[in-house]
């Protein structure tokens, strides 16, 4: 059965975070300490994940998880996880092109200990990989993430080809006077690395508080300083990808752009996510949750579990409204909230 919000839009998508941890501390998602962990016994165990996710998959055809987080990978035994989720298959009867296959299986990490786990992961299941990387300076990565790892993570991006991860995506925030003038760098990496580049707007889902609608760098403006450098061609329409696409006309691949704060793509979005201690959220933007762990833990069945699941979705709103006066910041951070 679809799981279908009241604006006609059928959820296909569950984000997954697996720990609000982090062993990054980005400017632009954590502050530098301070930050209240989760307590371990509330994080929702493998087999609760799975429980939700066969409940997702199984009955409501939803046909793509992403593991997210903090950072998935400082989560104990990531890949158990990821051979129980490769278990699960979309019923025979559905719509979607994985009918009677396993959902497709992603994350979202920050790369720096990718090399360690790549194998085991692709092993396990895992379709596909989207590593953050938002410049290409050592200094400049140390003031962004507070870490000085970008060798370790450049590694990570080696190590997720060498598994077989194809293409492996790299998603990058772009904030004006902080990282703004390495667009065309990014880019030209990219494409001599063979990966798939994304840049991302900055949102307002930071935890210091220093978000401001200046520091975004628009999608018009990111697109205009590649254009100026490599002549681009805007690629047919996405569908429910957050990422506009763009190709080379020389050939060197392709390059999008997700612009949640500039071009809203809310009018397509089939995501819901689920944060690591077990709250159900129908956008990144929420204000409310729906508490699975509790009812899960309280002896609910599944056919209670979906019943709440399908209250949550009748929820879902048209769409954020960062852009208006009426926006209201979500209580949680993208760290906390699982991007
Ligand atoms: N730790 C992993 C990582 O960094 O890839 C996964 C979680 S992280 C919250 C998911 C994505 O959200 C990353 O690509 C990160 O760059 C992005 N992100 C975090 N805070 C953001 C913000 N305020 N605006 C836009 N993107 C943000
Ligand atoms: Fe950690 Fe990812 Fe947030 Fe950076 S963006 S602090 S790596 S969760």
Not at 313 to 338: C, D, E, L, Y
Request: net charge negative; hydrophobic share 40%.
């Amino acid at each position: 059965m679809d799981l279908i919000d009241p604006f006609g839009r059928t959820i296909r998508d569950l984000r997954i975070s697996v720990t609000d941890r982090c062993n990054f501390r980005c400017t632009y998602c954590m502050p530098e300490e301070g930050m209240k962990w989760v307590p371990r016994s509330e994080v929702l165990t493998f087999e609760e994940i799975e429980r939700l996710s066969r409940i997702f998959v199984e009955r409501f055809e939803v046909d793509g998880l992403r593991l997210t987080g903090g950072e998935p990978t400082v989560r104990a035994h990531l890949p158990v996880l990821v051979a129980k989720l490769a278990a699960l298959r979309v019923p025979t009867t559905s719509s979607s092109p994985l009918a009677g296959r396993k959902p497709d299986l992603s994350i979202t990490t920050n790369g720096s200990t990718f090399r360690l786990q790549a194998h085991d992961l692709r092993e396990a299941g895992l379709d596909r990989v989207n590593i953050s990387l938002d410049t290409l300076q050592r200094d400049k990565f140390l003031q962004m993430t507070r870490r000085d790892e970008l060798e370790r993570v450049l590694d990570g991006i080696e190590a997720a080809k060498e598994a077989g991860f194809s293409p492996v995506k790299i998603n990058a925030v772009v904030e004006r006077g902080v990282n703004d003038d390495e667009i065309v760098d990014l880019a030209r990496w990219a494409r001599d690395t063979g990966v798939e580049l994304r840049f991302i707007e900055f949102m307002p889902l930071d935890a210091t508080g220093h978000w401001l609608n200046d520091k975004v760098v628009g999608q018009d403006e990111i697109v205009a300083a590649l254009q100026a450098e490599f002549p681009l061609e805007l690629m047919p329409a996405r569908g429910a990808a957050p990422a506009d696409r763009w190709r080379y006309l020389d050939g060197g691949g392709t390059v999008g752009v997700i612009p949640t704060v500039t071009k809203p793509f809310c009018d397509d979005c089939d995501r819901v996510r689920l944060t690591a201690d077990g709250q159900f959220r129908t956008c990144l933007f929420a204000t409310t949750e729906f508490d699975l762990m509790k009812m899960m833990r309280a002896g609910a069945t599944d056919d209670q579990v979906a019943a709440e699941i399908q209250r949550a979705v009748g929820t879902k709103w048209a769409g954020h409204q960062i852009n208006q006066v009426t926006f209201v910041k979500p209580r949680r951070t993208m760290s906390q909230i699982g991007g």
